[in-house]
């Protein structure tokens, strides 16, 4: 795998809030880890193949669930105090990698010149999801491939009512986390092509949060 961490960038650009909720982080969601979710990030990431690209990396999660073999494992995050956890979680980890501080609608990549795009938890918080995607196809090779990993709105009309209600407040608790989007769609009709998608319970974490996809998506070859 190529190059070394990046030095931790400082926290400076983040509000008092976004800083406790990087803190808080791990510990939220170490149940559901435990439950479950670490088990899931394991069987995806194993598919990661060739250059590859983590949107969101946040904290750190899924960095011992890479397969060891990559040409090149780069981890992007734009926001600075997760950025400084991820580096530290990356200084005392097996694997090699780049941190890099971009967000996922603006990826320093030329077109077609990453084999694999990791997205877990990350289609949920971004703004609008549709320019994510784009980037997304726009970056891979012709064969490559969209891991992700997602909450998204239940299929339940119960639940997604309170998905709904409850968007706003955890939103805003979130950092701009979007409890009742329907991203499987959205992945969709984005122009790849769905393979071997799983939908699943995130168990140990808040009922507008649990329903989950996990898959593949495939650049079409031209």
């Known amino acids: 795998m190529s190059s070394s961490?990046?030095?931790?960038a400082g926290v400076e650009g983040s509000g008092l809030w976004t800083r406790a909720f990087a803190a808080l982080y791990d510990p939220l969601l170490w149940l559901g880890e435990?439950?479950?979710?670490?088990a899931r990030r394991r069987d995806?990431?194993?598919?990661?193949?060739?250059?590859?690209?983590?949107l969101g990396s946040g904290t750190g999660l899924n960095l011992g669930y890479y397969?060891?073999?990559?040409d090149e494992l780069i981890l992007t995050e734009p926001e600075a105090a997760m950025r400084t956890r991820l580096t530290r979680r990356l200084r005392s980890s097996?694997?090699?990698a780049r941190v890099l501080d971009a967000p996922a609608e603006q990826l320093p990549f030329a077109d077609g010149t990453v084999d694999t795009v990791v997205s877990t938890l990350v289609l949920c918080t971004v703004d609008d999801p549709d320019p994510v995607l784009r980037e997304i196809g726009r970056v891979l090779r012709p064969g490559g491939r969209l891991l992700f990993l997602e909450h998204v709105r239940s299929a339940s009309p119960r639940l997604s009512r309170w998905q709904d209600r409850l968007a706003g407040p955890w939103r805003r608790?979130?950092?701009?986390?979007?409890?009742?989007?329907?991203?499987?769609e959205l992945i969709r009709?984005?122009?790849?092509?769905?393979?071997?998608?799983?939908?699943?319970?995130?168990r140990g974490m808040?009922?507008?949060?649990?329903?989950?996809?996990?898959g593949v998506a495939v650049k079409r070859d031209i």
């Open 44 to 54: 995806l990431l194993s598919r990661a193949r060739g250059r590859t690209v983590e």
């Open 94 to 96: 097996r694997h090699r």
């Open 34 to 38: 435990k439950a479950g979710m670490g």
């Open 206 to 214: 808040p009922p507008i949060v649990r329903p989950l996809i996990t």
């Open 173 to 184: 608790f979130a950092e701009g986390c979007h409890c009742n989007r329907d991203t499987l």
């Open 5 to 8: 961490a990046a030095p931790a």
């Open 189 to 202: 009709t984005s122009g790849l092509n769905l393979e071997d998608v799983q939908e699943m319970s995130w």
């Open 67 to 70: 397969p060891d073999g990559l």
